[in-house]
């Protein structure tokens, strides 16, 4: 099944589902989102042609706080301005979520496309709706990000991000671990981040030492 028609069918058939749980579609940005008052919650897909026939489809959800993401992107200085907006501040692929490596729908034909959105939709009435709504505050993104803080976090794709964003939540969050998380994530930058990102992470905790949310 080529791509573009999988892509089509997909958000076709998903729509009304996601749409009752107050998610929209923004088929440019790949994506159901839903807003909140700290930002949006969001289930993107990734779908893959390898053959003529075959398209592979991979679902990540997230969400942006963009209390966190105001602070970071000032930071952050290799992220595009046009994309600034649309940064996630969490996100999983549904088969990290479940600790499954490469997990991936294959779809080659319109049993495959009907059984996957299927399999998609229990997965968030049962699991994926729930952690997401979750992961729109700022404690539990200090959780996410924070709470085993010494090994990678599997909820960011980039881990020098997690650093930026792990030590914002928790000044937000007023965390008694920000002095601690600090040296263990300048740590972690000083042997895998380049100079410039070492800066930039040092700029950004003189900048959260004299912060005040008041």
């Known amino acids: 099944m080529r791509t573009n028609t999988t892509e089509t069918k997909l958000y076709r058939l998903l729509c009304h589902f996601f749409e009752n749980q107050k998610y929209q579609l923004l088929a440019e940005k790949k994506q159901f989102r839903k807003l909140t008052a700290n930002g949006f919650l969001n289930v993107v897909f990734s779908i893959t042609e390898y053959a003529p026939n075959d398209a592979w489809v991979e679902v990540h959800f997230g969400s942006h706080n963009r209390h966190i993401e105001q602070i970071a992107q000032q930071f952050l200085t290799t992220n595009l301005l046009d994309f600034r907006q649309d940064a996630n501040t969490?996100?999983?692929?549904?088969?990290?979520?479940?600790?499954?490596?490469?997990?991936r729908y294959k779809i080659q034909n319109?049993?495959?496309l009907q059984n996957t959105c299927e399999l998609i939709a229990a997965f968030f009435e049962q699991t994926g709706f729930a952690f997401l709504t979750n992961l729109d505050s700022v404690a539990a993104i200090d959780k996410a990000l924070n709470a085993t803080h010494r090994q990678p976090c599997k909820f960011v794709y980039n881990q020098i991000?997690?650093?930026?964003?792990?030590?914002?939540?928790?000044?937000?969050?007023?965390?008694?671990?920000?002095t601690e998380l600090a040296e263990v994530y300048q740590l972690y930058l000083r042997q895998h981040a380049n100079a410039h990102e070492q800066a930039q992470f040092d700029k950004l905790l003189a900048y959260l030492w004299h912060y005040s949310a008041n």
């Open 161 to 178: 991000h997690r650093c930026f964003k792990g030590i914002i939540a928790a000044k937000l969050n007023n965390s008694p671990q920000f």
């Open 110 to 112: 319109e049993e495959d």
């Open 90 to 103: 969490l996100i999983v692929s549904l088969g990290k979520y479940n600790d499954v490596k490469y997990f």
